[in-house]
C-alpha cells in the first residue's frame, strides 16, 4: 500500500471518528430532550436535529450546548 494510500485511510478513520464522537455526545447530551419533544420523530436526514432546534428556547442548556458544538 503506498503512503498517499494509507494516509487517506487514516485521515478517514480518524474524521469518522470524530464525528462519531460529536454525533454520540450530542446524543447523550439531548436524550431527555428528545424523549420530550421529538419522541415521534424517526432518524435520517437531520429530522431530529432539525426538530431539537425547533424547540431550542424548551431545551436543557447541557443540550443546547451540544447542538452548538455539532459542526454546521
Do not use: E, H, W
Not at 419522541?39 to 437531520?46: E, F, L, T
Request: hydrophobic residues 40%.
Amino acid at each position: 500500500m503506498s503512503k498517499l494510500n494509507f494516509a487517506a485511510i487514516a485521515f478517514a478513520v480518524m474524521f469518522s471518528g470524530a464525528a462519531l464522537a460529536q454525533s454520540t455526545d450530542t446524543r447523550g447530551a439531548c436524550k431527555a430532550d428528545y424523549d420530550k419533544f421529538c419522541a415521534g420523530i424517526a432518524p435520517g436526514k437531520g429530522q431530529i436535529v432539525a426538530c431539537l432546534k425547533s424547540k431550542r428556547d424548551q431545551l436543557s442548556d447541557t443540550c443546547k450546548k451540544a447542538l452548538d458544538s455539532r459542526k454546521k
